[in-house]
Each structure stands twice: as C-alpha cells, then as structure tokens.
C-alpha cells in the first residue's frame, strides 16, 4: 500500500513537471482599440487553462503596421503573435510569412466564421488568421441632436443629406460639431477613410492597366466634397484625428455623427464609456446620389503566427481561446452581451442574446453589403474596397493618404495633393513592373 501511495505521488509530480515543461510565454503585437484592451484584462483566463504566460506590445495602429511589417519582413522574431489585417494577411500566406492555421479543434468550429472573414484572412483555401473581430463602416449619429435640427435619418442616406444634416447640428458656441470624420495620415487610417468615400462618388485607385486615376474628375468631386463639409461642420484639427480621437470626441458628446468601424458601436452606446449612450441610432454609410456605391469598408482585426516562431504550438492555443465562441461567452460574462467582438461568428447573429442588441442587425447589413470583388463603379484590376490588395499598396496608399492630409490641414490645394498622388502612385507601379 505504501509502495502504491508513493507511486501514485510520483506519477502525479512527474504529470505537474511535464505540463509546465511546456508552458510558454508569448509574446504579442496588437492595436490598442478598445476590444484588443479588453482582451488583455482578460487573459489570466487563458493562462489558468493553458498554463501559457502571455507578455503584450500594444501600439497606435499606423506603428503596429510598421512594427509588424518590419519584423516579418526582416524575419526577426521580435512576436509570436501578431494582430493584422485583410490586407496584409493573404500577400503574407502567399509568401510563407504566416504559420497555416489547419488542424484547429472540432470546438472551435471554423465553419462557423463569417464566409467574408474567412475568406478575406486565407490564401488558396487556406486559413492563416483568425478573426478577433470583424467590421464595416456604418453612421453613428446623436438621434437628440438629429431630432432637434429636424430631420430623420434614413436607413441608407446620401452624402447631401449627411452634409445637410451635419450643417444643421453644428453648434460652435457649445463645440459640438456636426460631424466627426478620419483625417489622419496612414493608408489604414485616413486613408481608408477617403478610399470608401472615393468610392462612393464613382472614383477608383486604378484602371484596368494599372494606370492611377487620381487624376480623374470623381476624385476631386469626392476629395472637395470632403474638405468642405469638415471645414463646414467638423472638429478642428480633423486632420491628425483617427478613430480613436473620433471616438474620444464622440463620447464626449462633441459629435452630431460619426462615421467609423462598426466595432465602434459597442464603445458610444457604453454608458461606462460615453455620456450619449442612450442617445445614439445608426444607419447605413451613405452613397453620392446617383451612385450605387456605399462609402463602407470591410476588415478583421485578426491574430496570424509569424512563421519564425519557435513557440507555433502555443501561439494556436492562443488563437483558438481568443477567437472561439468560449471567448464571446467569457466577455458576454464580464462584460455584457453588447460588448463581445462582433463581425466574426455566424452564431453570433443567431443568438437570441445578441439578436437584439440595438446596432447588431446593421452591422451585420453593413458586412454583408461589401464586396471586395467588386469595390467600385468602374472595373478594376484589384481586390479590396479600403485597400488595394497588391503588397506595393501599403507604402503607396500611407504616401497619398499624406498627401491628403496636408490638403485638409490647408498645406496644399486639392488640386495639388491630386497631382501628387497621380504621381508618386504611377512612379511607384512603374517601378514594381505593373505598367
């Protein structure tokens, strides 16, 4: 019996030893929005699960990308985790940057990921990140300011009705403006931004050559309507402003709309968070009248393993925690139904929990209505609505969308911010051997 005992004692020390052999500790790059925030708050539940030690780099988005981008490039093994995108994720499978994400448990359920996410985030088939969470654009506006300028948004509103509505709620003496919108430089910031808006009014990157149409007359229409409308009604110094600082202004009830990453949804109507929580509709991301584009994007924050790990083992166990149904209930749990990552999971829209949540149906429209085979009037040689999916994209789109911010903050006209961007994006796919 004692001989049993001291037996049984042994092979349970020896069990404990080789579950905490393998424990890692990894090392992850994110964004610093509010969902990766929570993630972070959240991760001794992974821990206690897995045994695995967790360390965060959190950056502002335009220094993630470059941080990222520069270390899978270099190969230099800096992350065993890192928070990217539709873009950069399909160009990184493609090239063996990225550790495939097969062989993912029963339980996680990859069938149920959106169809848009999944196929957004794989390569030939193949699924090389999963999406944290999934997002297009909407409107989010103050329905008591709407109100008392006395208009009613519609579902699906123009542009001219947007600038209208945002003139006539524009209250300088209280500093409340009318509309809050990205100006930031960064192709994933203001760039995005001015991209769907482009969009919207008929414009295009490129032409079926590769030939930059920058110097086409629905880019000007597009890049003035803009300007005008936040000289008009928006916050000064919207030109260094991104989402976050919009978010920060609308929050503080400094904004009559915004119009931003349906993700957003979750942080306005937060009464913790926002002082116009009980105040806040949403509507479609508008279209230019007599344009069958909507101004509205579609991405996933996702997390994707760099290939250069040596912890590959460990890095999937995280993904699996932090993108599965579990994780949704975890945060459901802590923190309510309205602020589990939306956009990703099919199941989530099924379930009778989140059906009713007041902006889950139109951030599923808005999801569902984009098409990144199809992001604009005329054809296009690309893929992608906010972004251009060809790997020359990122460091040409960050280039225009500075360009574009010096004519917002005044440095230049549009007339010349247009001139240089035909240029530069010409110059540079010249160079890459498209034309």
């Known amino acids: 019996m004692e001989y049993t005992a001291r037996t049984l004692l042994g092979a349970a020390a020896l069990s404990l030893l080789a579950s905490t052999a393998f424990a890692e500790t990894l090392t992850i790059a994110t964004v610093n929005n509010g969902d990766m925030i929570r993630m972070q708050g959240l991760t001794d539940d992974f821990t206690e699960k ?115 509505a945002a003139a006539a709620m524009t209250d300088r003496d209280n500093d409340i403006n009318g509309i809050c919108l990205r100006g930031k430089a960064g192709w994933g910031e203001g760039g995005a931004f001015i991209t769907v808006t482009g969009n919207s009014f008929g414009a295009r990157w490129f032409d079926e050559d590769w030939n930059a149409q920058f110097d086409q007359p629905e880019w000007a229409e597009a890049l003035n309507f803009f300007i005008d409308m936040m000289k008009e009604s928006g916050p000064a110094g919207y030109a260094t402003n991104g989402f976050n600082e919009n978010l920060s202004l609308f929050q503080q009830g400094r904004c009559g709309m915004w119009i931003d990453a349906t993700v957003a949804a979750s942080f306005v109507t937060n009464p913790s968070d926002s002082t116009v929580a009980d105040k806040v509709g949403f509507a479609l991301a508008p279209n230019s009248e007599g344009v069958d584009k909507r101004s509205n994007w579609l991405w996933a924050w996702a997390l994707a393993i760099p290939a250069g790990t040596q912890k590959a083992d460990a890095a999937k166990e995280f993904i699996e925690w932090a993108t599965s149904k579990g994780y949704i209930e975890l945060v459901a749990e802590n923190e309510g139904w309205a602020n ?95 034309r």
């Open 340 to 434: 589990v990552p939306p956009g990703a999971r099919t199941s989530l829209y099924e379930n009778p929990n989140y059906k009713d949540i007041p902006f889950a149906k139109m951030t599923l429209q808005s999801i569902l209505a984009a098409d990144p085979n199809n992001p604009t009037v005329k054809p296009v040689p690309y893929v992608g609505i906010q972004f251009v999916a060809i790997p020359e994209f990122a460091g040409i789109g960050t280039e225009v969308s500075q360009e574009f911010s010096a004519a917002y903050a005044g440095q230049q006209s549009v007339e010349e911010a247009l001139a240089k961007a035909q240029a530069l994006t010409n110059d540079a796919m010249e160079a890459a051997g498209y």
């Open 50 to 164: 897995t045994g695995h030690e967790v360390e965060w780099v959190t950056l502002e988005e335009n220094v993630l990308r470059q941080r990222v981008t520069t270390d899978i490039t270099t190969k230099g093994g800096a992350f065993d985790i890192m928070t990217i995108g539709m873009y950069e994720t399909p160009i990184w499978g493609k090239n063996g940057w990225l550790v495939p994400l097969d062989g993912l448990s029963a339980d996680y359920d990859v069938d149920d990921l959106l169809p848009a996410m999944r196929a957004g985030l794989s390569h030939d088939g193949t699924l090389f990140a999963a999406p944290f969470y999934g997002e297009s654009s909407m409107i989010m506006y103050r329905t008591d300011l709407m109100e008392k300028a006395g208009l009613e948004m519609p579902d699906a509103p123009t542009w001219q009705f947007i600038r209208e």
